[in-house]
């Protein structure tokens, strides 16, 4: 695993983003895995302004977000789709209908999981991966106790990641119980992974990610037996490797 220290969330994201822009420009149609939550929004702020700038094109661009909270509508400021339609899509000069989020509110979920993953398998996997960490190791909504194998499926939330993402909602109550999220081996399947760590509270997540047993008990150390990740984050999130 390469690792790229920076000393604030501000220089993670501009380093991340080159480093993003870099590989995008060796590939005709690059092919992004996307994550939502507080980590990657400085990334995409980046990505929007160097669009505008016309440094990176989207216009040959295919993204699959890793995950979508179920029951949430796309037009419900909490789901995912919405988070990436204000975030980066309605920015860029991305063809909407290449821009794929898993749909939670489908009424078949398991089809629209199996659905998903054809989607990717049609697209040839992820050329890059964009990772967040969860404080229990979990990478897209897969938590500890996934088996490794997993694909595309549909998962309860633990109690600690709901608590989490309490802070966007108006109460714990109303963050959602389920989720879609893209499985272990889907995302190992992409050709290289770049995971995004900041603030001291990811220290501990990181140190057992990099140099902890490679165990379902903790997802994210999975990622030691991919052969193309890269690890950037900020000198508190690194301070314990
Ligand atoms: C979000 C996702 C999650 C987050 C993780 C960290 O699409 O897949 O695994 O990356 O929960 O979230 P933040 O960045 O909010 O700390």
């Given at each position: 695993?390469?690792?790229?220290?920076?000393?604030?969330?501000?220089?993670?994201?501009?380093?991340?983003?080159?480093?993003?822009?870099?590989?995008?420009?060796?590939?005709?149609?690059?092919?992004?895995?996307?994550?939502?939550?507080?980590?990657?929004?400085?990334?995409?702020?980046?990505?929007?302004?160097?669009?505008?700038?016309?440094?990176?094109?989207?216009?040959?661009?295919?993204?699959?977000?890793?995950?979508?909270?179920?029951?949430?509508?796309k037009?419900?400021?909490?789901?995912?789709r919405y988070y990436m339609n204000q975030k980066l899509f309605k920015?860029?000069?991305?063809?909407?209908?290449?821009a794929?989020?898993?749909?939670?509110?489908?009424?078949?979920?398991?089809?629209?999981?199996?659905?998903?993953?054809?989607?990717?398998?049609?697209?040839?996997?992820?050329?890059?991966?964009?990772?967040?960490?969860?404080?229990?190791?979990?990478?897209?909504?897969?938590?500890?106790?996934?088996?490794?194998?997993?694909?595309?499926?549909?998962?309860?939330?633990?109690?600690?990641?709901?608590?989490?993402?309490?802070?966007?909602?108006?109460?714990?109550?109303?963050?959602?119980?389920?989720?879609?999220?893209?499985?272990?081996?889907?995302?190992?399947?992409?050709?290289?992974?770049?995971?995004?760590?900041?603030?001291?509270?990811?220290?501990?997540?990181?140190?057992?990610?990099?140099?902890?047993?490679?165990?379902?008990?903790?997802?994210?150390?999975?990622?030691?037996?991919?052969?193309?990740?890269?690890?950037?984050?900020?000198?508190?999130?690194?301070?314990?490797?």
């Open positions: 695993m390469e690792m790229i220290k920076t000393k604030t969330y501000d220089e993670m994201s501009k380093k991340g983003c080159s480093l993003l822009i870099n590989k995008m420009q060796h590939l005709e149609n690059p092919v992004l895995g996307l994550a939502t939550g507080s980590t990657p929004e400085g990334l995409y702020a980046e990505l929007i302004k160097k669009n505008q700038q016309h440094e990176v094109s989207f216009q040959n661009v295919s993204t699959f977000n890793l995950d979508e909270y179920v029951g949430l509508e037009t419900d400021p909490n789901s995912y920015h860029i000069d991305i063809d909407s209908k290449n794929h989020v898993p749909n939670g509110m489908a009424g078949d979920l398991q089809k629209e999981c199996r659905d998903y993953e054809q989607l990717i398998r049609e697209a040839k996997g992820a050329d890059v991966q964009i990772l967040g960490l969860g404080l229990n190791g979990h990478i897209g909504f897969n938590e500890p106790g996934t088996p490794f194998s997993s694909r595309t499926h549909v998962v309860e939330l633990d109690e600690s990641t709901r608590k989490a993402n309490a802070r966007f909602f108006t109460s714990i109550n109303h963050v959602p119980t389920k989720a879609v999220t893209m499985g272990i081996e889907t995302i190992m399947e992409s050709k290289s992974i770049i995971l995004f760590v900041s603030g001291e509270g990811k220290a501990e997540a990181v140190a057992r990610l990099m140099n902890g047993d490679v165990s379902e008990a903790f997802p994210a150390s999975i990622l030691q037996k991919h052969e193309h990740v890269t690890i950037i984050g900020d000198e508190a999130a690194l301070g314990k490797v």
